[in-house]
């Protein structure tokens, strides 16, 4: 287990996301494990924009338009509102790839930290007596010690949560999805200032929710910590 966790942490995202695509596009090409290695959708799979399949009329150019055409560009909540479930699966099968790039070195990150926590809280002497009080295994284990070892994995998955804005935009990059990591990428490079400051700002404000609701998780984890 400890070392798949050391291999993921220390393995980049780019190399990462490469290595998926050359195995599952190329290697496994003609098998049932096959996965595309790029794009959002398949070339001839259609997605109308749900507005327009319940036959609404939107006129102008104003804020509602430009809202409803940013959630017709949303292939899984436009293929749900539709109905339209060859789109939904098509458009699942191409995220399998770009998910699994970027979820792979936090996972790996929140599952050795697991591990140290858990040893260190099943060291405590409440533990053992909760052992010698004859309880199951499972109840020490999943109340008892899972449970006090929580504050530092929530920081953990907080903090690699905002991190996952700065891997996106090498995956995006290199499975060609078009999305704020490849926009932010396409920015810097044709040093478009502006876009690059209105990032900074999302990214900054994303980073200071995260860390406001992780410690407001800290009262509801531990009845001992207050928020005054």
Excluded: C
Excluded at 46 to 61: D, K, N, R
Excluded at 176 to 183: A, Q
């Amino acid at each position: 287990m400890m070392v798949w966790a050391n291999i993921g942490v220390s393995m980049p995202v780019f190399w990462l996301g490469l290595m998926l695509a050359y195995v599952f596009s190329l290697l496994l090409k003609g098998t049932p494990f096959w996965l595309p290695p790029s794009g959002r959708i398949s070339a001839g799979i259609l997605s109308p924009a749900f507005y327009e399949v319940w036959g609404w009329t939107i006129p102008g150019t104003g804020l509602w338009r430009s809202v409803l055409d940013f959630l017709g560009r949303l292939y899984i909540f436009n293929a749900i509102l539709t109905a339209n479930w060859k789109l939904l699966g098509d458009t699942l099968t191409h995220l399998l790839l770009p998910s699994l790039a970027l979820g792979t070195i936090p996972m790996a990150l929140i599952a050795r930290m697991t591990r140290s926590t858990m040893l260190e809280v099943l060291g405590q002497d409440y533990i053992r007596t909760a052992r010698a009080k004859g309880l199951p295994n499972s109840m020490v284990i999943l109340k008892h010690a899972f449970r006090n070892s929580l504050l530092p994995l929530v920081t953990v998955i907080g903090l690699s949560l905002g991190g996952l804005l700065g891997g996106a935009v090498l995956t995006e990059t290199i499975f060609g999805l078009s999305g704020v990591g490849r926009t932010l990428y396409e920015a810097i490079t044709a040093r478009d200032y502006g876009i690059v400051q209105a990032f900074t700002v999302v990214i900054a404000v994303f980073f200071v929710i995260l860390n406001l609701i992780v410690d407001i998780s800290y009262a509801y984890l531990d009845p001992r910590i207050r928020l005054d």
